[in-house]
């Protein structure tokens, strides 16, 4: 019986190595004579030690301070929960706008530096690795105090205005939009912070694209604030993304012309302009705003045009998990730990009707006999009538024709889930308002920044080891699913080299730390009057009038004592203090609100985030029975919501 079923694993192991002999294909990028020239490729077989040049370097020590603080110290320091009258910890511009927590060039002068045990006492939990203390005091030292130079919005449209009439032919108008960083210039965003967003963004553009071609955004500016991107470049129909916006961009602005001032008309007339040449009011969009949120579960989903169930995105992608098992077309890894889920896990391979991979993960809840891997290798239950495992969920990470990877969370019968259940898979290292819940979209952009994540299969040897706990077939399916070590490996790394070679391309490295990840956390950051006053475009004095009366006085108080607020918090009052404070603007209210995750929208289900939008407050509240009830907390529950179509 073990030779027969050795013949078998050669068999699957030669033809899957006859695969892997084929070069890695190289992807095309979309190119215009406007083209920006990308960041040289960096090898990814380097250590993640520092390398390329000083600014690259810059960029690398800022993304991986920030990362080490933000795991250690930014539960006790942000907005929403500030200890020892220290609140911004995620905010850098603020620390520096203090003068005392982050001084630039100077380590022994920042507080968040000299606090830290052994020479203070912080964090609590204990002290810090001491090459991560030498990380922050490095980034410290190199920092430098930026000189802003302010971009204001009406100085944006001047610049993209006359980009579409220059660059554009009329006819392409209409798929043209494009993304602005002007408020983080504002801010005072160093240019390290600046170069990572840029590196989420066109990261982003990508993981959201159906062309087999990467996509390039064109910078229209000198400075590299202000973005074009063609819609039809990436495969997204214009109606897919103009609804996508319109439901959910909360900084939609429209010019209007009864005001006397000259810059203001000059504004309305190239608004008027630019809405009636591209066909959308959202023809300009907040490109920090666009990488937060682009990649959470609902518009991810609605963006990449993932439908409604498994089922659809099988069939869309040419899967069928049942033949392909029964034909022997797949091949698995069990293991114990996987470092995010609580249980045994399994990962499985199978090729899209392109030849392009598709992974699944099986994940359980319990370790009782039919969620035991080791006993039941050979489900999922019903496709196996023996030895059958039964699991509760898992994620699908798909390969995108330009390389780039897709991802889906689901249950085990199909439903789509906004995010796993905390009790079955977990994101130590998520954005604090995740509750350390893996967020489909941006959660696995970050976990999988270097791509698929081997992990050595133990039931083949297991199998192997207990032959006898198995029938003459049962041995052999187990042997033929479960390939020898370097064939699994193999067959991995040859699907990595193809994402790899499209980040490359892209200028990113994937051994360094994830710029989706890093962006998030600035547009979900504790932010300052400083910061308040420039995300509505008004001078102090101008929000100082606000901050005078209700509803300001009393929701946002922290800023008139130089504290912080929440981006919830500024959400809630923003399009409406916009109103009231700049009388050459009219607000549009997003048709659903805002999508942002939220502490409390992160407690309310185990699994759905439908309910993570914030109305403004000018905007009615959703219809009673339009939020969908919380999931049962014993199960992975139905994903399915109102905000998906």
């Known amino acids: 019986m073990e030779k027969k079923a050795t013949v078998y694993s050669l068999w699957i192991m030669i033809l899957l190595l006859l695969g892997a002999c084929s070069s890695s294909p190289r992807v095309p990028v979309s190119k215009t004579k406007e083209d920006v020239e990308a960041p040289a490729p960096v090898a990814t077989n380097q250590s993640s030690n520092q390398t390329g040049t000083p600014a690259q370097q810059a960029v690398d020590i800022q993304a991986q301070a920030l990362a080490i603080l933000d795991k250690a110290c930014v539960s006790c320091h942000s907005a929403t929960n500030v200890q020892g009258n220290f609140g911004s ?166 010019f209007v012309n009864t005001v006397s001032d000259s810059t203001a008309l000059q504004a309305a007339q190239n608004d008027l302009t630019m809405r009636t040449q591209t066909g959308t009011t959202n023809y300009l969009l907040r490109a920090d705003w666009f990488i937060a949120t682009a990649t959470l579960p609902v518009p991810y989903e609605r963006l990449l045009q993932l439908g409604t169930t498994q089922a659809e995105l099988d069939a869309d992608l040419g899967v069928d998990i049942l033949a392909n098992l029964n034909a022997n077309r797949a091949i698995r890894a069990g293991f114990k730990n996987s470092g995010v889920s609580s249980q045994n896990r399994m990962i499985e391979r199978h090729s899209q009707r392109n030849g392009l991979s598709y992974w699944i993960s099986y994940d359980f809840a319990r370790l009782d006999a039919i969620e035991n891997i080791f006993s039941n290798p050979l489900g999922p239950a019903p496709i196996s009538q023996t030895k059958a495992f039964q ?71 297991f199998a192997l080891a207990n032959i006898g706990a198995f029938s003459q077939e049962e041995a052999q399916r187990i042997l033929t699913l479960y390939p020898e070590e370097k064939t699994f490996k193999d067959t991995m790394d040859k699907d990595n080299a193809f994402y790899f070679n499209a980040l490359t391309q892209l200028g990113i490295d994937p051994k360094k730390p994830d710029p989706v990840n890093q962006a998030f956390r600035f547009f979900n950051r504790s932010l300052s009057k400083n910061d308040v006053k420039e995300e509505l475009g008004i001078s102090e004095a101008t929000l100082d009038s606000l901050l005078a009366n209700e509803p300001y006085r009393t929701q946002w108080s922290a800023l008139r004592t130089q504290g912080f607020i929440s981006r919830q918090e500024f959400s809630l009052l923003g399009s409406t203090a916009l109103e009231q404070s700049r009388i050459e603007v009219n607000v549009a209210i997003p048709v659903v609100g805002e999508f942002l995750a939220t502490p409390d929208c992160m407690f309310a289900s185990q699994v759905q985030m439908d309910n993570c939008v914030i109305a403004n407050a000018n905007q009615p509240a959703p219809a009673p029975g339009t939020a969908p009830a919380p999931a049962p907390a014993a199960s992975m529950g139905n994903g399915k919501g109102s905000n998906r179509n």
């Open 89 to 254: 910890l995620d905010n850098v511009e603020a620390m520096i706008a203090s003068g005392r927590y982050l001084v630039p060039g100077s380590p022994e002068k920042s507080l968040i530096y000299t606090k830290l045990a052994p020479v203070g006492n912080m964090p609590p939990s204990g002290a810090m690795k001491p090459e991560d203390v030498a990380t922050i005091k490095s980034w410290i030292s190199g920092l430098k105090a930026v000189q802003v130079v302010p971009l204001k919005d009406t100085q944006v449209l001047d610049i993209i205005q006359k980009d579409l009439q220059l660059n554009v032919p009329v006819a392409d108008q209409n798929q043209i939009r494009y993304f602005s960083f002007h408020v983080a210039n504002n801010v005072g965003t160093n240019e390290a912070a600046l170069e990572s967003m840029r590196k989420a963004f066109v990261k982003v553009v990508n993981s959201l694209s159906t062309s087999p071609v990467l996509v390039k955004p064109v910078a229209v500016d000198a400075k590299k604030l202000i973005y074009r991107l063609r819609l039809d470049e990436m495969g997204i129909p214009v109606a897919v993304f103009d609804s996508v916006m319109s439901d959910f961009y909360p900084f939609s602005q429209q």
């Open 391 to 461: 699991h509760d969920g898992g994620e699908i990470i798909f390969q995108l024709a330009n390389g780039m990877l897709g991802y889906r969370l689901v249950n085990a019968t199909g439903d789509i889930l906004d995010k796993g259940p905390t009790s079955i898979v977990k994101q130590n290292d998520a954005p604090s308002q995740f509750l350390s819940a893996i967020v489909n979209g941006v959660s696995c952009m970050n976990c999988h920044n270097a791509g698929l994540l081997y992990k050595k299969d133990e039931i083949r040897a």
